[in-house]
């Protein structure tokens, strides 16, 4: 399995602006999709995601840590974990939850776990750019709106879930593009460490991020990005 590109073959995947339908090399059932290979390799995002989420939950529910930071570099560092990919929307959600719930956060883990893979499993792999919403952000709506068990009817947890959000795609879209999953991640859980700290006084541990992925990232922004390593 290739971490960059088409899976299957390593090529730089093509970026439509419409739809076409494509047949999962995999599953073998046909989906409609933006991305595919030049070489019309086509990998569906429960296929591309199946391995990495059982890494997420086997480290999510043996790491005992508060930084959400080293739980999620340790999925990332999964040689079943892509550098880009729909997983990472269940990658943050989850790492949050982890280290919220050893900090002394008020969870079930494991439930929260399950939840956090089922809604994660809702964003589909591209949406930063045909949304316009990081999936990373978007996770980090889901962490806060499972810890406050809000619904579309909620009241003042409704507010704050997507205020977190919007923090964290205030500041994924202020570094700019192209995506990186891994950086769009780092922001998100950055943000979402401080919003906690603020508004429910549980300190998740704090780390100084420096990226050792741009190896594997065709479109690294270099020194433009916060976690940039020389």
């Given amino acids: 399995m290739h971490k960059n590109g088409c899976l ?4 730089e995947l093509v970026y439509s ?3 076409q339908e494509a047949e999962c090399v995999f599953c ?3 989906f409609k999709t933006h991305a595919i290979c030049p070489h019309g390799h086509y990998v569906c995002d429960t296929c591309h995601a199946q391995k990495g989420i059982e890494v997420i939950k086997e480290i999510c529910l043996h790491m005992k840590s508060r930084s959400s ?10 040689p079943y974990i892509c550098m880009h990919g729909p997983e990472h929307h269940m990658m943050v959600v989850a790492s949050l939850l982890t280290a919220y719930f050893h900090a002394g956060g008020d969870i079930d883990l494991s439930i929260a776990i399950d939840e956090a893979i089922e809604r994660g499993k809702e964003v589909p792999g591209g949406v930063c750019g045909y949304w316009g919403c990081c999936g990373a952000a978007i996770s980090a709506g889901i962490f806060l709106s499972i810890i406050l ?19 964290c795609l205030q500041r994924i879209g202020e570094v700019g593009g192209p995506r990186c999953c891994k950086r769009d991640s780092f922001i998100a859980i950055e ?3 401080h919003f906690v700290e603020e508004h429910f006084h549980i300190k998740m541990q704090k780390e100084k991020i420096s990226c050792h992925y741009r190896q594997n990232n065709r479109q690294c922004l270099g020194t433009r990005c916060p976690f940039f390593q020389k």
């Fill in 149 to 167: 068990h809000t619904s579309p009817l909620s009241h003042e947890s409704w507010g704050l879930s997507n205020q977190l959000t919007g923090q």
């Fill in 8 to 11: 299957i073959c390593g090529e």
């Fill in 69 to 78: 930071i080293k739980i999620i570099q340790k999925i990332m560092d999964s």
């Fill in 17 to 19: 602006n419409y739809e």
């Fill in 28 to 30: 073998h059932q046909k």
């Fill in 191 to 193: 943000t979402t460490i």
